[in-house]
């Protein structure tokens, strides 16, 4: 046997082998879609992201997944098809999923009731619902406006209210200053409802409270006689108060840091024990109905160990990179997006060897079925020119077509596949010639106790799940080699 006719056989099983695998790809993808493996197998993802391979808390991370789904930012990714045909097919995909699931004893990680989800979850979309989910927005919220009460009741309104009841009982005048204070004390009210209001932030909202003390001392330069003693010791104690409060940058960064809640602060609301916690507690007794709200939905949604220990790691990322302009509840959104995606390669990759898998066990189920023995149309084709040419130009024409991107090609490639199998007749199915020239061939086979038949379905089986991309770039190999001249790769 001469080269040119070992590579047209090459070539040969080499196309059929491309055939067979887009006809199991097309398998693998249709029982994808009924069964729905990229849904069940991404929100099981999502559980071993949250529950940290931990598997005494797999169902308090099946319970907090369950609660994710629910949040409008992935719920509304799960879109149910529209008109009679979609939706008779999509119930009878979820009717499919449900007889798969009891025969198999699965779970059914959609949730009760459920028989679907989303295949694809942004990152943004599950930060949202986490961050929704632990309340630390609102959380931020509460905390920095009592923060910022605080600070001006006991930093600014307190202090000037004290020095001012010295002026007072000094000259015998009790309502010396009375309106500018009032001013004041009104002022700093509106500063801390534009805050909490969100017009302003943090960083904008201490800086306006510097300057309404500031406005108060011109205000009492001007009400106060020059010169007086009093008027001295006043504005000097005034001015002592503003001092304290931020005078150059690094105090106000300083002070800024006390203001603000940091992300560890804020997770640290899930243990009891904690000062956040007990700083809640103490706003909610005291009336502020936001905090107990807070602590009310916070007792409903608690969040596993592992994934507090991995968002406690985010959270001293954040306190690095953060700085005082920025909103760490905004920077820990982004490292959660990060966090998410990473995980997400990891089952990514987890996916893919699972689909491997199943790929082979099609392969193997293609070959039977079809009865593609690789030794059996290995022979055909070095003892049937008439079908080894067939073949060659077949993929001689598939190959010359080409632009060389099988994606942008599947079209074309599928319409010369349908073509071929209409008018090649591949050795192959349990038709009686096939069987009989199979059965002779079993006769001179030289391996006892394993069927020649056998063997080449499961070479085939194998090949068939290398995939419809690797046999066309093969495919292309091959003919570049056969044909003198081509250009080679």
């Given at each position: ?131 929704e989910r632990m309340q630390l ?52 009210r509106t500063i801390i409802d ?214 942008q090609d599947i079209e074309q ?77």
């Open positions: 046997m001469n080269f040119p006719i070992v590579l047209d056989i090459a070539l040969g099983l080499v196309f059929i082998f491309f055939v067979l695998s887009l006809l199991a790809s097309e398998a693998q993808e249709i029982i994808g879609t009924l069964l729905q493996w990229r849904a069940e197998h991404l929100k099981q993802s999502i559980e071993v992201l949250l529950a940290g391979n931990d598997r005494d808390r797999e169902a308090s991370a099946q319970a907090l997944a369950d609660a994710l789904y629910e949040s409008p930012w992935i719920r509304g990714l799960n879109q149910e098809a529209k008109g009679s045909i979609a939706r008779s097919f999509r119930r009878i995909s979820h009717f499919i999923g449900r007889v798969y699931r009891t025969l198999t004893g699965q779970r059914n990680v959609f949730g009760v009731g459920k028989t679907s989800g989303p295949s694809y979850i942004p990152p943004e979309a599950f930060a949202n619902s986490l961050l927005g609102n959380l931020w919220q509460v905390l920095a406006r009592d923060r910022i009460h605080g600070f001006a009741r006991d930093r600014v309104l307190g202090p000037v209210t004290n020095i001012l009841s010295d002026l007072k009982a000094s000259t015998g005048n009790e309502f010396l200053l009375n309106a500018e204070l009032q001013q004041l004390e009104q002022g700093v534009d805050f909490q209001a969100g017009i302003v932030s943090l960083p904008e909202s201490l800086d306006r409270v510097i300057n309404r003390l500031e406005e108060f001392g011109l205000m009492a330069e001007d009400v106060l006689p020059d010169g007086h003693p009093l008027t001295e010791t006043f504005l000097r104690r005034l001015e002592y108060i503003k001092r304290g409060l931020a005078s150059n940058p690094t105090e106000r960064a300083a002070m800024l840091s006390k203001l603000r809640p940091n992300v560890a602060q804020l997770l640290d609301i899930f243990d009891e024990n904690s000062p956040a916690y007990s700083e809640l507690s103490r706003l909610a007794q005291n009336g502020n109905l936001d905090a107990q709200a807070l602590i009310d939905r916070l007792a409903q949604a608690p969040i596993t160990p592992a994934l507090r220990s991995s968002l406690a790691a985010i959270a001293r990322k954040v306190e690095v990179a953060a700085d005082t302009t920025r909103d760490d509840v905004k920077l820990f959104g982004l490292e959660l997006e990060k966090w998410f995606d990473r995980g997400m390669e990891r089952a990514t990759g987890v996916y893919k060897r699972n689909a491997k898998a199943v790929a082979l066990l099609i392969g193997i189920a293609t070959a039977v079925s079809i009865n593609a023995d690789s030794f059996h149309i290995a022979t055909r084709l070095a003892v049937d020119p008439i079908l080894r040419n067939s073949i060659t130009q077949t993929a001689d024409q598939l190959v010359a077509e080409s632009t060389g991107d099988f994606s490639v599928q319409t010369a596949v349908n073509q071929a199998l209409d008018e090649i007749p591949f050795p192959l199915g349990y038709n009686e010639v096939v069987v009989q020239q199979q059965l002779a061939a079993e006769q001179s086979w030289p391996v006892p106790f394993v069927p020649r038949r056998l063997l080449g379905w499961l070479v085939s089986g194998f090949a068939i799940s290398m995939g419809s991309t690797f046999w066309f770039n093969v495919l292309k190999k091959v003919v570049n080699v056969r044909n003198t001249g081509g250009k080679g790769e």
